[in-house]
């Protein structure tokens, strides 16, 4: 038993998986091509595993955070660093570009070396980057050394927003996994969340004088513009701060794997990783859920991260009110994933995923065209409906993504958890950063994108609705405990 552990035995399954199939034929169909010639018969729960979860949490925050950084503070820094709509775009898909870029080689990184190799080397990413974005220099050159940090930041990525279902498997037992996937995973809108929060709380907004305009870049008062230059420069050392204190907790104890496996599915071998992504590329059962998620996500966060352009360019509202919004919306976003992760563990998922999967994508359709028509002005126009429209569309459209990681791992097993869900947000980030792309010609404006929310949360449906569920690594640990 590791040091400074409680371990204790646990039940392989709750009682409500025994209705999952379990015959020997199936097993065999499950078992990985190296088979264990001796199976561990006793399974063990640590509480560390509270610890390693707590932590991945706050690293996997922090990188959306500093991802969301100039989103949040759009305005301001449109005027005193002298950027335009493109340069906000740009600075927001090197996390999508660093991504599709270093996807594959993390989920390499997880299957071969495992969890703590990749999550250190992420966190010393983050440490680097938000060290880089401090650097004194003058204001001419600023613009590319928040490039420059930006990219280091978005090299991070892949194994905060891929490693939650891993980090599942391999320190929770079968009826806690969906929750603690549903944990981990939320901290992909928590941290947005915290940009909205933070962000506009260090860099306050740039308010016109005399006749001059908001966006009169030459006329602001040089004392105000170093004024909000100095804001800037002081959010960048805190968020160097933050990283360097989480960096310091994984390099002081941030175990790969407990000493004993929580559930047979665990300890049972995986494919290695060029097989298990050619059985992904080939299968019709992982594209169905991956193109589900990745398409409504991808669009989603490429649409909250510009949303004070957004809603600005729609009916004026101002930088604090869309930043407020943003953090209520991702906020409800931890809350729907973790109540519905709570919820499927509870009443066992078997059978149950796609339909409460159904329900979301029905609900996020309804939103999205809510605060489209909002924005568009073809209906009464009011605060309160436009916080309402995104709020529960934030908490329905996130509340989704643990379940398609479950759900897309349940039918691909035995194929490793981290090359599944490695593949799908490679394919999230895909779409995210083509999206960001468009951004990036200046005549094409925001008020599109609206629609475009619309449309990826639309394509879901039908997908779903094609897809059929299986649950072989559950039916692995259940045959297991009736034996």
């Not at 740039?206 to 006749?211: A, D, I, L, M, Y």
């Not at 071998?269 to 019709?284: A, E, Q, S, T």
């Not at 643990?402 to 490679?426: D, K, S």
């Not at 059929?468 to 009736?482: F, G, H, I, T, W």
Request: aromatic share 12%; proline share 6%.
């Amino acid at each position: 038993m590791e040091s400074g552990t409680c371990g204790e035995t646990t039940h392989l399954l709750d009682d409500t998986l025994t209705d999952l199939p379990a015959s020997p034929d199936l097993l065999v169909s499950l078992n990985s091509p190296k088979s264990n010639s001796n199976p561990i018969v006793e399974y063990r729960l640590y509480t560390s595993r509270w610890y390693v979860l707590f932590v991945f949490v706050l690293l996997a925050a922090s990188q959306l955070c500093l991802w969301n950084t100039f989103g949040p503070i759009a305005d301001t820094a449109k005027i005193v660093l002298g950027w335009t709509d493109s340069d906000i775009a740009l600075i927001t898909s090197w996390g999508c570009t660093t991504f599709v870029l270093s996807a594959f080689f993390y989920s390499w990184l997880m299957d071969v070396k495992g969890l703590k190799v990749a999550v250190t080397l992420g966190a010393a990413c983050l440490f680097v980057g938000t060290g880089i974005r401090c650097l004194p220099i003058p204001l001419a050159y600023i613009k590319w050394v928040m490039h420059l940090g930006q990219i280091v930041i978005g090299f991070a990525g892949p194994v905060m927003m891929a490693a939650p279902a891993l980090l599942s498997a391999t320190w929770f037992p079968p009826h806690q996994r969906i929750t603690s996937t549903a944990i981990a995973a939320s901290a992909s809108y928590l941290g947005p969340a915290v940009a909205y929060l933070i962000c506009p709380a260090f860099v306050g907004e740039v308010h016109p004088s005399n006749n001059s305009t908001l966006y009169d870049v030459d006329d602001i008062d040089p004392v105000v513009k170093q004024h909000h230059v100095d804001e800037i420069n002081t959010l960048m050392y805190v968020e160097f701060g933050v990283m360097a204190l989480l960096f310091l907790c994984v390099l002081i104890y941030f175990p790969a794997k407990p000493q004993t496996p929580p559930s047979p599915s665990a300890h049972d071998d995986r494919h290695d990783f060029k097989p298990g992504l050619l059985i992904l590329v080939k299968n019709i059962h992982f594209w169905l859920p991956a193109l589900c998620y990745s398409i409504s996500n991808g669009v989603f966060y490429a649409w909250q991260s510009q949303l004070v352009l957004i809603f600005k360019d729609a009916q004026s509202v101002g930088q604090g009110t869309s930043g407020w919004i943003g953090f209520y919306a991702n906020i409800a976003g931890v809350i729907g994933a973790i109540t519905f992760g709570r919820l499927i563990d509870h009443i066992g998922p078997h059978g149950k995923i796609k339909s409460i999967l159904i329900i979301l994508v029905i609900c996020c359709i309804g939103l999205a065209l809510w605060f489209g028509i909002l924005c568009l002005g073809a209906i009464n126009f009011n605060i309160a409906s436009l916080y309402i429209s995104c709020i529960t569309f934030g908490f329905c459209i996130n509340a989704m993504v643990p379940l398609y990681f479950e759900m897309t791992i349940e039918g691909m097993y035995p194929v490793a958890e981290g090359i599944i869900t490695g593949f799908m947000t490679w394919i999230m980030n895909l779409v995210c950063l083509t999206v960001l792309l468009i951004l990036m010609f200046p005549s094409i404006g925001v008020s599109w994108m609206n629609w475009a929310a619309l449309g990826g949360v639309s394509v879901g449906l039908p997908l779903l609705l094609c897809y059929k569920e299986e649950y072989n690594r559950l039916s692995l640990d259940a045959y297991n405990r009736l034996e």
